[in-house]
């Protein structure tokens, strides 16, 4: 991780940073497990919601950390991969850390629940057909849906809640 999802001058340290082995259920019915960086401070939340999404059996494509990736958020989301932990900025924010920098928010399914803009803009691409939310689908995310009440249940926010944009694969510790 060092150099790559991690470097100098990421706003929390290496040292604050805890890697989580999760179980988790694969889009293939079948039992996998999982690997997740978050802040120190919101590893038992973070356990905790994904204890709750596996006794749920809510499906995750894959679970793998950032930098299989190369960092590359867009890279990440391409691939449908779960993660938590990026030293990265928010996305058309420079200088504006991301919550992800500070191992306190996750992204889960992104091809199932996409970043989308009030313009239409998708991200990632291949996530556009999930984009219009009132047709469920496996691995998707709803707003009164028991996913989103196991995050809240850990005092975590869902990006789905947001007036625009919706950042319907993104759940954070404050919301941001």
Not at 23 to 50: C, E, I, K, T
Not at 62 to 78: C, E, F, N, T
Not at 120 to 142: K, L, N, T, W
């Amino acid at each position: 991780m060092s150099s790559v999802s991690w470097h100098r001058g990421c706003p929390v340290g290496f040292a604050d940073l805890r890697l989580l082995t999760v179980s988790h259920w694969g889009f293939d019915g079948q039992p996998h497990r999982g690997r997740l960086v978050v802040n120190r401070d919101a590893a038992a939340a973070m356990l905790g919601a994904m204890r709750s999404l596996h006794r749920l059996r809510f499906p995750i494509r894959q679970m793998r950390l950032v930098d299989a990736y190369g960092a590359d958020d867009h890279r990440s989301m391409a691939a449908d991969n779960t993660s938590a932990f990026n030293c990265r900025f928010v996305a058309g924010s420079d200088g504006v850390w991301s919550e992800h920098a500070y191992g306190r928010a996750l992204d889960l399914n992104p091809l199932e629940n996409p970043y989308v803009t009030e313009s239409g803009y998708v991200s990632p691409p291949a996530g556009a057909p999930f984009a219009d939310r009132s047709r469920h689908r496996r691995g998707m995310v709803r707003r009164d849906g028991p996913v989103v009440a196991a995050f809240a249940a850990v005092g975590w926010l869902w990006g789905g809640n947001w007036p625009w944009p919706k950042d319907y694969q993104h759940f954070s510790a404050t919301g941001h």
